[in-house]
């Protein structure tokens, strides 16, 4: 199968359910590894308790963007990682890892793009008093939530629904909608490798 990384931030649910998906034999890959630029983010005390291997580097240690990537492409090359899945990693990817990983850099946002990128696309959506939301898997390019769009899913945001209430739903998506489409994205590009 297809080695790949995943990159996080925060809380890794994410993460987790993209593991779970593989040990249960839903996504064909390997995870082979996890990278984080907050080495006290919850989503290394995922990684230890599935018995994942963590690349922590905090960007503050390295003189420029290039110097930190630099590092995390040395752990990746040892792995020999062959795609990069970002989920709530909340850092642009810069040119050595994109130059690194050509099409091979995936990430998943919560809202309908290119409506809402950035940070807390959520909450964007509710002050704006939309209606639809939804979640977003897209190739990664240079700029912020942008590049094509791989598949996306809306959700109709019911009357006098709670925040919480709301995220609830959107990650619920992403657990599921994240797995299946890293399933057919490594099977599509094995495929094409053959
Ligand atoms: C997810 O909802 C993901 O879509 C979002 O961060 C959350 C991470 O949750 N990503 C972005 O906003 C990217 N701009 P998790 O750490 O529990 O997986």
Redesign the pocket.
Known sequence: GIKFAVF??????????IAQAVRDGRLQGELVLLVTDKPG???VKRAEALGIKVCAHNPKDFTSKSAYETAILEMLHQKEVEWLV?????RLIGTVLLQAYPKRIV?????LLPAF??????GQAIESGMKVTG?TIHYVDEG??TGPVIVQEPFKIPDGWERDEI?QV??SI??RLYPETLNRLFAEALEESK
């Not at 970002?86 to 909340?90: D, N």
């Open positions: 996080a931030s925060g809380s890794g649910s994410n993460f987790e359910a983010a919850y989503a970002l989920a709530g990693y909340m990430n998943i946002h919560p809202s990128p950035g940070k807390d696309a959520l979640v912020m939530d995220e959107i990650h992403e657990h």
